[in-house]
């Protein structure tokens, strides 16, 4: 069924996560076409009808999907848990890219050599008031997670000094004793004189599929939605399995012999198997000892099932909730 108002799906126009998105869309299958030219920030999904993409920073992103702007984006979960402890309630994580990762930590300048937990931040917030009567100061521009987090560690004697840029530089520049940024590599911190607290690590980031919660969705853009994630999801999983293939003949000897591989998460075929490729090795070890042989082994390209447990709960967190009043969701039945 295709809608009549398409599902809004947002990506990255610019910056770290463009590039990657794109190319994760690609291997998917899908084709970013721009519509209203190449400079426009619209687009649509090649193969995919009823989905309207709209290309917009990583920031507003997660800004659109707490708002209810847009039905589904991809961003870094870090600026999503930016808007507010209760994002839960809001958005939900559909899946995890692997790409765009970045730790978000607290960090301290490497001259303080007795300073290397949150408990140790705490004395030292003690110790900083008592003798010169102001706050520890904490640059950063994750407001919402470095005081949540700093609540959590009980570390209360500190203030916020909002910073958009270069914040690694502030304690250098004299505007603050303690940084909280994201970091990658870690050449930045490096270059800064600045280390990680051993319990520092507040976030391990990456670039979510993420689904708003807040918007009115209809049943036709979660057919969208449910077309988009199965294609998403069998590639993921294609990823994880191989595929063998034996002579019909000794089809016996080979089912037996990959047989507790299949059960660890695979699956028969006709004369062959689909088995996780952590087991690859291993199972065409058992296969030789057998005597099956010739074995060959290719990677399929997808691997579709006719259930997304991630779509269901979603439809099960939408249920009743915000969906607008023409559409109406199937319960996910047991059969
Ligand atoms: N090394 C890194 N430095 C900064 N961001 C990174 C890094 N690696 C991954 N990311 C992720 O990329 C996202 C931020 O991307 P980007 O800076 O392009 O977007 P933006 O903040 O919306 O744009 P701008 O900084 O221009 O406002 C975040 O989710 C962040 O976690
Ligand atoms: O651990 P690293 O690999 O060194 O990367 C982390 C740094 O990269 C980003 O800055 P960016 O260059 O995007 O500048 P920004 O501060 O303007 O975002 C981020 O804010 C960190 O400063
Ligand atoms: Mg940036």
Not at 29 to 34: I, Q
Not at 96 to 125: N, Q, Y
Not at 261 to 283: I, P
Request: charged share 20%.
């Amino acid at each position: 069924m295709t809608t009549d108002t398409p599902m809004i799906f947002a990506i990255p126009s610019k910056g770290r996560l463009k590039e990657q998105v794109e190319a994760w869309l690609a291997e998917c299958g899908f084709r970013v076409e721009m519509t209203g030219g190449a400079r426009g920030y619209s687009a649509e999904l090649s193969g995919l009808p009823g989905v309207s993409v709209r290309l917009l920073s990583a920031g507003d992103i997660a800004a659109g999907l707490d708002s209810g702007d847009l039905h589904l984006g991809v961003t870094g979960e870090d600026l999503l848990r930016e808007r507010g402890d209760d994002m839960d309630s809001r958005v939900m994580l559909l899946r995890a890219l692997g790409f765009g990762r970045a730790d978000l930590v607290v960090t301290a300048p490497k001259s303080w050599l007795d300073v290397d937990t949150m408990a140790d931040i705490d004395e030292v917030g003690h110790l900083h008031l008592a003798k010169t009567g102001r706050r520890l100061r904490v640059a950063t521009k994750y407001v919402t997670q470095t005081r949540a987090f700093f609540a959590r560690h009980g570390v209360a004697d500190y203030r916020i000094v909002e910073s958009s840029g270069a914040t690694e530089g502030a304690p250098a520049a004299g505007a603050a004793e303690l940084v909280v940024d994201i970091t990658t590599t870690g050449a930045t911190l490096a270059a800064n004189g600045l280390k990680v607290l051993s319990d520092g690590v507040i976030l391990k980031s990456q670039a979510q599929l993420t689904a708003s919660l807040v918007t009115p969705w209809t049943e036709g853009q979660l057919d969208s939605l449910a077309r988009l994630l199965s294609v998403v999801e069998a590639k993921g999983r294609a990823r994880t399995l191989a595929t063998l293939v034996w002579p019909a003949e000794q089809d016996a000897a080979g089912q037996a012999a990959v047989a507790p591989f299949v059960e660890a998460g695979g699956s028969r075929r006709a004369n062959g198997a689909l088995l996780a490729t952590g087991d690859l090795f291993a199972a065409a070890a058992a296969l030789a000892q057998a005597g099956v042989e010739p074995v060959t082994v290719s990677r399929p390209d997808y691997v579709f099932e006719s259930r997304s447990a991630v779509l269901e709960a979603l439809k099960g967190r939408l249920n009743g909730r915000y969906l607008t009043s023409m559409s109406k969701i199937t319960e996910p039945n047991g059969a």
